[in-house]
């Protein structure tokens, strides 16, 4: 093939020799002319050749005159562009050239000095409308006509196009290390189209595939604002985006695709719209949209394949940079809950076992600061007890690499505690790590401790509060039989002494029956305002008969102490009961202190003793220095039949009767001790408002009284019934028996008003004896009632509700007290009734 060079000599030397051939529509004349084609050897070519030549090369030629007027295209240039030789001869080449490059080729085409050879890329406009890329060059020659200009265009649309996905690409990955989110890239991203195409109306939408939306981090535009996140719908970006092909949409295009249903107009219309997919080797993740609103004929099929080759590559810098938008996000997200996550948090290295990062939480849990945490171990953190156990534990990895647990934690200051965590492990920059969350469970064991012993003190009240009713119906018949033995028999009978053994025997059970009463917190109390300093003080002149010449006494009382609720009598029980235990933990001798205080306990105190609530406290404590308690003996003292004493020595219910009256009052008990150095009993009564009330001295009646009285007896069990009935009628009185409350009722109603007494059982099967107090008063308000009591729970319920025309008698009872008690109740003055 001939050089390009060659071919413009051949043209210019038939230029130079245009006297014997004139330049025709279709070429020139055809005759042999000659050319040097090597220094030394003339040669002849025949015109002819000169059009095989010139459609044999590469390169498209024209013929300029001076003005500028085409006068000459190769066949190869009508070839390229499209148009007929009569579409170009005798037109100015100003009319072919990009609008952007006339400047430019004109100044070429006017050389200061003339011969002159200038070259430069520019733009020819195909006859389709759609335009080329060449690179230039313009050889001007003087002749006696003026200049000529011979101008030859090499096509390098196909090298251009991947000169500017190369620079694009570059100028996307440059922008990508240089951008830190992804409004900076899709910035830099714009820039770089500009520089290849019309891209001043610009928009990226990315598709959210949960919300099944576009959103558009980008968006720039001449008339239409950026829109909010809207559904994927049928816009022409959901049209690219369903198909996954780029397109060129003008305005033909469009109203075609519309009448399919395909697309509908969103937006401003645009008479040359073109987008492509931004896909990612796994998935179409939006779409990327360039449009002209004033040149239809703005992109061509070439600028598609541009957009649509470095479409791929742009997808992949977003979604690059979305990754790491996410991940900044979520490491945000992990930062703001680690480091305030209430809970202590920290991550370790499972290699080295030293801590890299812990949260604020840990540290105030455990006292070291952030820095020394950095200087130490997960194993500085545990007791030395269990830190070879639990360097075992770390070398033992789960499958799932997930661990949870209770182990023993020790804070700097040496605090040993119960730590609930949870372990995961992970990969963490590279390095094989653990995170894990622990939480301090010591005061939720120790409520949890609480809970079950209270739940078992409860259990073991009921059980005791069911005996004692049970035992005390027992008590009734066996004391009842023999009081009315002893009132028959002489005296000096030798069976006398036998049922005074008996009744003995009888008295101790109700003793004993009373205390199991005390501790299931079901005995009847005579609550009165009181002071505890009267209370210690009288008691504190007995107690130096108790406890010995050996022991030294010391009683504090406490200045303006608040007044508290409770039985005085039972209270004197109470600290009597614990003065005797302070006494036999200290066979040799030691120290009793009995104190009272007002206490203001606040959360911080309920936070160790949750069964308390804050408020304003009465405290009593007695104190030895006595032999103390093991953990294991502090947890059962309160069972009823627990002791530590020798055998014949204890019942084992002192204790349970304290805590059955503290709790029963209202308060809380709490012991603390220590094998070899004492013991400590601190009872908390709420503080009330009030006067201290004076306990009634009890009447002394040496006589039983009597009367002719109807009485209407109802009592279930028959031999407690029969007793209470011969007692009764021992003193006078008419008695009408009833098995339970429905034959009381037929009872009352046939007799009328003639019952001017009812002694009733307190818990009876059907009908309460409560309930049926309550019937009988709304027929005969002025009726008087005594309760019959074991003790039962609804005895101890209803006993606050007693008012002055009723009585409670407690199981058992002597005929005595029962004669005197409806003695004093059918004289007293008649009270107005609202039961």
């Known amino acids: 093939m001939y050089g390009c060079a060659v071919v413009v000599e051949v043209i210019l030397s038939v230029l130079e020799t245009a006297h014997t051939a004139r330049v025709c529509a279709g070429g020139y004349s055809q005759r042999r002319m000659p050319l040097k084609t090597a220094p030394g050897h003339p040669a002849d070519i025949p015109v002819e050749h000169l059009s095989m030549l010139l459609e044999s090369s590469r390169e498209l030629f024209l013929v300029l005159d001076q003005n500028h007027i085409l006068q000459y295209a190769s066949p190869s240039f009508y070839k390229v562009l499209g148009y007929a030789p009569e579409d170009l001869l005798c037109q100015p080449l100003d009319s072919l050239h990009h609008p952007q490059e006339q400047s430019v080729s ?12 200038s070259s430069t890329r520019c733009r020819l406009r195909c006859k389709d409308g759609t335009w080329r890329w060449f690179d230039a060059a313009f050889h001007v020659r003087s002749g006696d006509g003026g200049n000529i200009t011979i101008a030859s265009y090499l096509d390098v649309t196909a090298l251009y196009r991947m000169e500017c996905e190369r620079q694009v690409i570059f100028d996307v990955v440059h922008a990508l290390n240089e951008t830190s989110n992804l409004d900076q890239l899709l910035q830099r991203i714009h820039q770089a189209l500009k520089k290849v195409l019309y891209a001043e109306n610009c928009f990226v939408a990315l598709h959210q595939t949960h919300e099944d939306t576009f959103h558009f981090p980008f968006y720039t535009d001449q008339l239409d604002e950026a829109p909010s996140p809207q559904k994927v719908g049928r816009s022409c970006t959901a049209y690219i985006f369903r198909t996954g092909k780029a397109a060129l949409i003008n305005q033909s295009e469009f109203d075609r695709l519309a009448a399919l249903g395909e697309v509908e107009l969103v937006g401003s219309p645009s008479p040359s719209w073109l987008g492509v997919p931004l896909k990612t080797p796994t998935a179409t993740i939006g779409v990327l949209v360039v449009q002209h609103y004033g040149d239809k004929n703005a992109y061509g099929p070439l600028d598609v394949d541009f957009l649509d080759s470095v479409g791929g590559h742009i997808a992949l810098a977003i979604e690059r940079r979305s990754a790491e938008e996410a991940l900044r996000k979520s490491e945000s997200m992990f930062r703001l809950f680690f480091d305030y996550n209430p809970l202590p948090t920290w991550l370790f290295d499972r290699d080295t076992l030293r801590f ?35 360097q075992e534990y770390l070398k033992n990895a789960t499958p799932e690499g997930h661990y949870r647990g209770i182990r023993k934690h020790r804070s700097k200051k040496g605090k040993t505690f119960d730590a609930e965590y949870i372990s995961h492990d992970l990969e963490y920059l590279g390095r094989r790590v653990r995170l894990t969350v622990a939480q301090d469970v010591s005061a939720r064991h120790q409520l949890e401790q609480q809970l079950r012993q209270a739940q078992k003190m409860e259990a073991v009240g009921r059980l005791a509060g069911g005996i004692a009713h049970d035992f005390n119906n027992l008590l009734m018949v066996v004391k009842g039989h023999t009081e009315l033995l002893l009132n028959i028999l002489p005296p000096a009978d030798h069976v006398t002494r036998k049922i005074e053994q008996i009744d003995r025997s009888a008295d101790r059970a109700a003793a004993l029956t009373r205390q199991l009463l005390a501790f299931s917190r079901k005995q009847v109390l005579n609550p009165q305002v009181i002071n505890l300093n009267s209370i210690v ?6 107690v130096l008969r108790l406890i010995g010449e050996d022991i030294e006494l010391l009683i504090t009382k406490g200045a303006d102490l608040g007044f508290i609720r409770a039985d005085a009598s039972q209270i004197e029980q109470i600290v009597m009961n614990l003065v005797v235990n302070a006494r036999d933990a200290m066979p040799a001798g030691g120290r009793l202190i009995i104190e009272t205080s007002t206490q203001e306990l606040d959360h911080s105190y309920g936070s160790d003793h949750s069964v308390m609530s804050p ?11 006595g032999t103390g308690m093991d953990v294991e003996t502090q947890a059962r003292i309160f069972e009823p039949f627990f002791t530590t004493k020798e055998k014949g020595k204890g019942t084992g219910l002192g204790l349970a009767t304290v805590y059955g009256v503290v709790k029963q009052s209202g308060g809380f008990i709490w012991v603390y001790s220590e094998l070899g150095k004492g013991t400590s009993f601190k009872i908390y009564f709420p503080q009330i408002e009030g006067v201290e009330e004076q306990a009634p001295i009890a009447r002394q009646l040496t006589e039983i009284p009597k009367g002719t009285e109807t ?11 029969d007793i209470a009935r011969q007692f009764l009628e021992s003193g006078g009185y008419k008695v009408l028996e009833a098995r339970d409350g429905a034959e009381a009722l037929s009872l009352a109603k046939a007799c009328g008003h003639d019952i001017g007494l009812l002694v009733t059982d307190m818990v009876m099967p059907g009908m309460t004896g409560h309930e049926l107090a309550a019937g009988l008063l709304r027929a005969n308000p002025s009726l008087r009632v005594i309760f019959m009591s074991g003790y039962s729970e609804q005895a101890a319920v209803h006993a606050a509700s007693i008012t002055p025309s009723m009585r409670l008698l407690s199981k058992p009872f002597s005929r005595g007290s ?18």
Request: charged residues 25%; contains cysteine.
């Open 106 to 117: 004109k100044s070429l085409l006017c050389p200061a000095t003339s011969p002159q050879t």
């Open 356 to 390: 890299i990062q812990v949260n604020e939480a840990a540290i105030a849990q455990y006292g070291y600061t952030r820095e020394e945490f950095e200087n130490i171990t997960v194993m500085d953190i545990r007791p030395e007890s269990e830190r070879q156990q639990h």
């Open 537 to 542: 003080e009288e008691i504190g002149k007995l």
């Open 615 to 625: 408020g304003s406290y009465v405290l009593l404590s007695v104190t030895d220095t």
């Open 711 to 721: 009485v209407l007896l109802a009592e279930d069990e028959p031999d407690v019934r």
């Open 818 to 835: 029962l004669l005197r008690t409806v003695r004093e109740i059918l004289d007293a003055a008649p009270v107005e009734q609202n039961y």
